[in-house]
Nanobody, 124 residues
Framework: VQLQASGGGLVQPGGSLTVSCSVTGLQVSRNTMAWFRQSPGMEREFVAAIGWTSTTTYADSVKGRFTISRDSNKSTVNLQMNRLKPEDTAVYYC???????????????????WGQGTLVTVSS
């Protein structure tokens, strides 16, 4: 199983960016797929998840600004980020878990597979 995150970069506050996760070795439609992020000196934190039933979960800090989606044909999971803020600056990681229940989607320990991360910097 491999997860490859891409699409990070530098964006101005208020701008938009989409990060993508290309997945091989498992079906994105049969797993809970998630995005986490980690800033220097901070713990990895949950951002968003989409379950095998297509239900979504978002962290309060990104609700209404970020949208997670998946393309089963392309085996990718995307995170569209709008109205970005400097505090969104972090390395963004994609993750996959085959047996994640809804109540534990926000837990790092719920996910078995992780990508290498892509850096998103929000700055003027």
């Amino acid at each position: 199983v491999q997860l490859q995150a891409s699409g990070g970069g530098l964006v101005q506050p208020g701008g938009s960016l989409t990060v993508s996760c290309s997945v091989t070795g498992l079906q994105v439609s049969r797993n809970t797929m998630a995005w986490f992020r980690q800033s220097p000196g901070m713990e990895r934190e949950f951002v968003a998840a989409i379950g095998w039933t297509s239900t979504t979960t978002y962290a309060d800090s990104v609700k209404g600004r970020f949208t997670i989606s998946r393309d089963s044909n392309k085996s990718t999971v995307n995170l569209q980020m709008n109205r970005l803020k400097p505090e969104d600056t972090a390395v963004y990681y994609c993750a996959a878990g085959p047996r994640v229940i809804v109540s534990t989607r926000t837990w790092v320990s719920s996910y078995e597979y992780w990508g290498q991360g892509t850096l998103v910097t929000v700055s003027s």
